[in-house]
């Protein structure tokens, strides 16, 4: 059987829920299937099941399907830290920061990791979905790409288009990428997902022909749109979902670090209807709120002095705040934090905000763990992504819970007895099996707008 590439015409077209949708849909269909990127660049990530960093997309998807997740499934990760500066993750372990031009400029030294990723995986599983990664065939970047071209060419994969009709460039660039594309490639093209349809399907049928009969392109199907809701990537996608608010009862105020992680902590807020979830970044805004969140930080010493600059120190000592604590926030609110190696500052020793008895050192090796967890008297899944060493692994005291664990608030139990103990009325709900609905709407929503028959044929 052969693999699949999912090309979009440009970033932001659809591709990553589109790859999502047709592995899901694939699975369920009784393939052995896989997702796979080769290369990604964001500021967030997760960890695998097998203890390595990997991207968020491709590790949901893996979870979505019930298998195991892998950095096999993402061989390269850009972990940005600043516009300049990334952490390069190769096989789920960290390299070490990087000028992050220089890591695009030297893909022949990744391509390696990349095909022993791919090789590996294909044993494993008889159809990989390899989402692509930004425009497929920018000449710029053709001859340094690792998850388009050099994964089409390299394992012969069949390719979709995907493009979105958003930005109203929507034929041109369709026939530009397709057109742009080595000779030997078009002919696995099996043709066109137009995502992201904001009106009447039937308004496209002008559309359908003007692919299909003057570029000689197979409509595969015209998505109305529709949002997946979980497995964000970053916190501008967060922000941008709309949550239902009439319903809720306790607003929790999340404080937007300017190099906040792991959001994928919050879906289970961003879901619940009894919860009005807010991203501040004032004490205003704070004060407004029933429960403080400090969440995990990519530079834990600057978004700490930036907390003090913007007035939080007071809010966030006091013992009478409510006050959920994860990871990097947990590690702020201790005495000091010691970095003897500058692994996260050029600062040795920073003061932290005190709430905490004790220091935080920062060692060279980053922790990342996934597990079950015995803590706040839940067994709580979950997962650790740190540099930090701390004596203990989760402290509760008055109004206050912190811990190294990211994941908490998937925890229904541990959820609704936060949630009860700041309004008797909460009643809280299933995550997961919320999750499992979204998630299966979603697909179906794919399957009724993509021909998979065709896709299934193509792929024989």
């Given at each position: 059987?052969?693999?699949?590439s999912?090309?979009?015409?440009?970033?932001?077209?659809?591709?990553?829920?589109?790859?999502f949708?047709?592995?899901?849909?694939?699975?369920?269909?009784?393939?052995?299937?896989?997702?796979f990127?080769?290369q990604?660049?964001?500021?967030?990530?997760?960890?695998?099941?097998?203890?390595?960093?990997?991207?968020?997309?491709?590790?949901?998807?893996?979870?979505?399907?019930?298998?195991?997740?892998?950095?096999?499934?993402?061989?390269?990760?850009?972990k940005?830290?600043?516009p300049t500066?990334?952490?390069?993750?190769?096989?789920?372990?960290?390299?070490?920061?990087?000028?992050?031009?220089?890591?695009?400029?030297?893909t022949?030294?990744?391509?390696?990791?990349?095909?022993?990723?791919?090789?590996?995986?294909?044993?494993?599983?008889?159809?990989?979905?390899a989402?692509?990664?930004?425009?497929?065939?920018?000449?710029s970047?053709m001859?340094?790409?690792?998850s388009?071209?050099?994964?089409?060419?390299?394992?012969?994969?069949?390719?979709?288009?995907?493009?979105?009709?958003?930005?109203?460039?929507?034929?041109?660039?369709?026939?530009?990428?397709?057109?742009?594309?080595?000779?030997?490639?078009?002919?696995?093209?099996?043709?066109?997902?137009?995502?992201?349809?904001?009106n009447?399907?039937?308004?496209?049928?002008?559309?359908?022909?003007?692919?299909?009969?003057?570029?000689?392109?197979r409509?595969?199907?015209?998505?109305?749109?529709?949002?997946?809701?979980?497995?964000?990537d970053?916190?501008?996608?967060?922000?941008?979902?709309?949550?239902?608010?009439?319903?809720?009862?306790?607003?929790?105020?999340?404080?937007?670090l300017?190099?906040?992680?792991?959001?994928?902590?919050?879906?289970?807020?961003?879901?619940d209807?009894?919860?009005?979830?807010?991203?501040?970044?004032?004490?205003?805004?704070?004060?407004?709120?029933?429960?403080?969140v400090?969440?995990g930080?990519k530079?834990?010493?600057?978004?700490?002095?930036?907390?003090?600059?913007?007035?939080?120190?007071?809010?966030?000592?006091s013992?009478?705040?409510?006050?959920?604590?994860?990871?990097?926030?947990?590690?702020?609110?201790?005495?000091?934090?010691?970095?003897?190696?500058?692994?996260?500052?050029?600062?040795?020793?920073?003061?932290?905000?005190?709430?905490?008895?004790?220091?935080?050192?920062?060692g060279?090796?980053?922790?990342?763990?996934?597990?079950?967890?015995?803590?706040?008297?839940?067994?709580?899944?979950?997962?650790?992504?740190?540099n930090?060493?701390?004596?203990?692994?989760?402290?509760?005291?008055?109004?206050?819970?912190?811990?190294?664990?990211?994941?908490?608030?998937?925890?229904?139990k541990?959820?609704t007895?936060?949630?009860k103990?700041?309004?008797?009325?909460?009643?809280?709900?299933?995550?997961?099996?919320?999750?499992?609905?979204?998630?299966?709407?979603?697909?179906?929503?794919i399957?009724?707008?993509?021909?998979?028959?065709?896709?299934?044929?193509?792929?024989?």
């Amino acid at each position: 059987m052969r693999s699949l590439s999912i090309f979009g015409t440009s970033n932001d077209e659809g591709k990553s829920s589109i790859a999502f949708a047709l592995t899901y849909i694939l699975h369920k269909r009784g393939y052995n299937v896989a997702p796979f990127k080769a290369q990604s660049t964001s500021k967030n990530s997760q960890v695998s099941d097998d203890g390595a960093e990997m991207a968020i997309p491709q590790s949901f998807a893996a979870e979505a399907i019930g298998i195991k997740s892998s950095f096999l499934m993402n061989p390269v990760l850009l972990k940005v830290e600043s516009p300049t500066k990334t952490d390069l993750i190769i096989h789920g372990k960290s390299s070490g920061k990087k000028d992050i031009w220089s890591c695009y400029k030297d893909t022949q030294m990744l391509k390696p990791f990349v095909k022993d990723a791919f090789v590996k995986l294909s044993k494993q599983y008889e159809c990989i979905v390899a989402e692509g990664a930004g425009n497929p065939v920018e000449q710029s970047f053709m001859k340094r790409d690792l998850s388009n071209i050099y994964i089409a060419q390299e394992f012969k994969t069949k390719i979709i288009l995907v493009t979105g009709i958003e930005d109203g460039s929507l034929f041109s660039s369709i026939y530009g990428v397709y057109k742009l594309l080595p000779k030997k490639l078009r002919q696995d093209v099996i043709g066109v997902i137009v995502d992201k349809f904001q009106n009447d399907i039937a308004e496209f049928d002008e559309g359908v022909q003007i692919i299909e009969q003057l570029f000689g392109m197979r409509v595969l199907g015209v998505v109305p749109h529709k949002e997946l809701k979980l497995g964000f990537d970053t916190i501008e996608s967060m922000l941008a979902s709309p949550q239902d608010t009439k319903e809720s009862i306790i607003t929790v105020g999340v404080i937007k670090l300017p190099n906040i992680s792991n959001i994928t902590d919050f879906e289970p807020l961003l879901a619940d209807q009894e919860v009005n979830l807010c991203f501040i970044t004032s004490l205003h805004e704070a004060s407004l709120c029933d429960l403080l969140v400090l969440p995990g930080s990519k530079m834990v010493v600057d978004d700490l002095e930036w907390l003090i600059e913007s007035g939080f120190k007071n809010i966030l000592t006091s013992k009478e705040q409510k006050l959920v604590a994860i990871s990097g926030g947990y590690e702020m609110l201790h005495e000091q934090i010691i970095d003897p190696d500058n692994i996260e500052s050029k600062q040795k020793k920073t003061q932290g905000l005190g709430r905490i008895d004790g220091e935080v050192r920062f060692g060279k090796k980053t922790i990342s763990k996934k597990g079950l967890y015995a803590i706040f008297g839940c067994k709580i899944k979950g997962y650790e992504l740190h540099n930090a060493i701390i004596k203990e692994l989760a402290i509760k005291k008055k109004n206050l819970y912190a811990t190294l664990v990211h994941g908490i608030f998937d925890n229904n139990k541990f959820r609704t007895k936060l949630f009860k103990d700041i309004n008797k009325k909460y009643k809280g709900y299933d995550f997961q099996r919320y999750k499992q609905k979204i998630i299966d709407e979603f697909a179906s929503h794919i399957e009724k707008s993509v021909t998979i028959d065709t896709i299934e044929k193509e792929l024989q």
